[in-house]
């Protein structure tokens, strides 16, 4: 019998896989389409205080082997949002998970106070997101990262993440300012930024210009994220995300030291790619004689 639970900090899960934030939809129409009970959670789209419009279209390029984003974290502000899904959240099939955006510490507690009243289990807290008050994005400062962070952690008491950028320049250092401030995993990584031309129109392939880079290019990133992650903070749950789109990108996520991983970009080439990705990881245990997922949690062998 092989067992999929994992730990991630206080918390359970069914299985080590959560459907992204942004590829999963809002989960409650998302569970239209998908197999919610593959996934031990499940990130609603990032929301903000008040709604924001997001930027024009083209807002998504594949590009090379994965995929430039600027969405702009279109959303319609957390009333409306807590108004279409908040009395859905329950018996969707997996535990729904908020994301909380913000211009500022104080909107992102608020948020996050409102997600949790609406009923979602735990809360990441998207410090990738532009710092829209200031310059750059609160992941690239520890300092903003634990001011964000301390805000949400006096706003809620549920679990909360801290998704963190891989456009930091020494993310262990941002993590633990996460960690410090109460967080209780880190989610590494969002996007990388990156950008396209098409050479024929000469123009951006994104209307934002710069957007966020996904799918497999990204894993060798998210796991250098991960790896040196969990070398500077051995004792910190950590959440993988970056390029899964099979079973064995699962163990390496969980042999770097992630207790779960995300599946994102995955979902655009099939919203069912969780329940393949599932039959994968047990595939590969059933051949490696592996009963529980935990046992490749942080087990990577060194030179
Ligand atoms: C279209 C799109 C929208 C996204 N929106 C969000 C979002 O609202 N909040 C967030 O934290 N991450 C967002 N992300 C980032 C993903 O959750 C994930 O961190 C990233 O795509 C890397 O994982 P992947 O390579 O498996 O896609 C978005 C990604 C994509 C592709």
């Not at 750059?136 to 300092?143: N, P």
């Not at 994104?206 to 992650?229: D, H, M, Q």
Request: hydrophobic share 45%; with cysteine; net charge negative.
């Amino acid at each position: 019998m092989i067992d999929l639970t994992t730990t991630l900090g206080p918390l359970e899960l069914r299985t080590p896989l959560i459907g992204a934030a942004g590829t999963v939809g809002s989960v409650v129409d998302f569970s239209g389409v998908a197999d919610l009970s593959m996934y031990g959670a499940a990130v609603a789209k990032s929301v903000s205080e008040d709604p924001w419009p997001g930027r024009p279209a083209p807002r998504l390029a594949p590009s090379g082997a994965g995929m430039l984003n600027s969405i702009g974290i279109q959303n319609p502000g957390i009333a409306a949002w807590v108004e279409e899904f908040g009395a859905h959240l329950e018996g969707m099939g997996a535990p729904v998970w908020g994301s909380a955006v913000g211009k500022n510490p104080a909107e992102f507690a608020r948020v996050a106070a409102r997600l949790e009243q609406a009923g979602v289990q735990a809360i990441e807290v998207n410090l990738s997101c532009p710092n829209l008050e200031g310059h750059g994005m609160f992941a690239l400062d520890a300092t903003a990262t634990r001011d964000v962070v301390w805000k949400v952690r006096q706003a809620v008491d549920i679990p909360i993440g801290a998704k963190l950028s891989p456009n930091s320049e020494e993310i262990s250092v941002i993590g633990r300012a996460a960690v410090e401030a109460g967080a209780d995993w880190l989610v590494l990584t969002n996007t990388v930024w990156g950008a396209g031309i098409d050479v024929r129109t000469r123009r951006p392939l994104l209307t934002g210009l710069i957007g966020g880079y996904s799918g497999p290019p990204l894993k060798p990133i998210a796991l250098r994220c991960v790896l040196e992650t969990r070398q500077a903070l051995p004792e910190t749950p950590i959440v993988g995300c970056g390029g899964v789109t099979g079973g064995e990108d699962v163990i390496e996520f969980l042999l770097a030291g992630a207790s779960a991983v995300c599946v994102g970009t995955a979902h655009f080439d099939h919203p069912r790619a969780a329940s393949r990705i599932i039959r994968e990881v047990e595939s590969f245990m059933a051949e490696q004689g592996t009963t529980s997922i935990r046992d490749y949690v942080g087990r990577v062998e060194m030179w």
